[in-house]
T-cell receptor, first 110, second 120 residues
Framework: RKEVEQDPGPFNVPEGATVAFNCTYS??????FFWYRQDCRKEPKLLMS???SGNEDGRFTAQLNRASQYISLLIRDSKLSDSATYLC???????????FGIGTKLQVIP | GAVVSQHPSWVICKSGTSVKIECRSL??????MFWYRQFPKQSLMLMAT?????????EQGVEKDKFLINHASLTLSTLTVTSAHPEDSSFYIC????????????????FGPGTRLTVT
């Protein structure tokens, strides 16, 4: 089993739709979780951290399920500008080791 | 804030030559810097982790004699690809982590814009 798994997609959704991605991780000792956004041929940019209690930032909601070892990202009212690859990032334990998922590609269609 | 720069942004070199990539944290002290490589349509792959003033820790399968990493100061790390070959052509991205007063999560990484290396 991979350390961090994501469905690579692509997810093609119409503008205004709600879309959700999941990311599973194998190490139960993982401590920190993040969602990054990466545009084509650009560096990843932090979208949001994922807290145990869940967190929301505008149209974006992130949740953590430790029992089932997955995190999720929900995007409401999708915009064309949301088209990108969304990377799940997991801190495996300790201060150093982080692992990136392969990323889920989202394409928002007019 | 939390800006990381990389130089050069792209480079084309001949097979057998060496290329140095610089990564700088511009407004914070980066106690840890990471070097990643990303091939087309693949995920970021961690190559090595370096702490200021100590030797880098390389991931399995990454040749430390080929990819030389130096992290001599809290704001600068360099990656040198020695004797580059066409298969080394990739997108190299650094990230930095360190003390940044306004951020709450100590595990957040800030990425440089990347360096696209093409070896002919």
């Amino acid at each position: 089993r991979k350390e961090v798994e994501q469905d690579p997609g692509p997810f093609n959704v119409p503008e205004g739709a709600t879309v959700a991605f999941n990311c599973t991780y194998s190490n139960s000792a993982s401590q920190s979780f993040f969602w990054y956004r990466q545009d084509c041929r650009k560096e990843p940019k932090l979208l949001m951290s994922v807290y145990s209690s869940g967190n929301e930032d505008g149209r974006f909601t992130a949740q953590l399920n430790r029992a089932s070892q997955y995190i999720s990202l929900l995007i409401r009212d999708s915009k064309l500008s949301d088209s990108a690859t969304y990377l799940c990032v997991v801190n495996q334990g300790g201060y150093q080791k982080v692992t990136f998922g392969i990323g889920t590609k989202l394409q928002v269609i007019p | 804030g939390a800006v990381v720069s990389q130089h050069p942004s792209w480079v084309i070199c001949k097979s057998g030559t060496s290329v140095k990539i610089e990564c700088r944290s511009l407004d914070f002290q980066a106690t840890t810097m990471f070097w990643y490589r990303q091939f087309p349509k693949q995920s970021l792959m961690l190559m090595a982790t370096s702490n200021e003033g100590s030797k880098a820790t390389y991931e399995q399968g990454v040749e430390k004699d080929k990819f030389l990493i130096n992290h001599a100061s809290l704001t600068l790390s360099t990656l040198t690809v020695t004797s580059a070959h066409p298969e080394d052509s990739s997108f190299y991205i650094c990230s930095a982590r360190g003390a940044y007063a306004s951020r709450g999560d100590p595990y957040e990484q800030y990425f440089g814009p990347g360096t696209r290396l093409t070896v002919t």
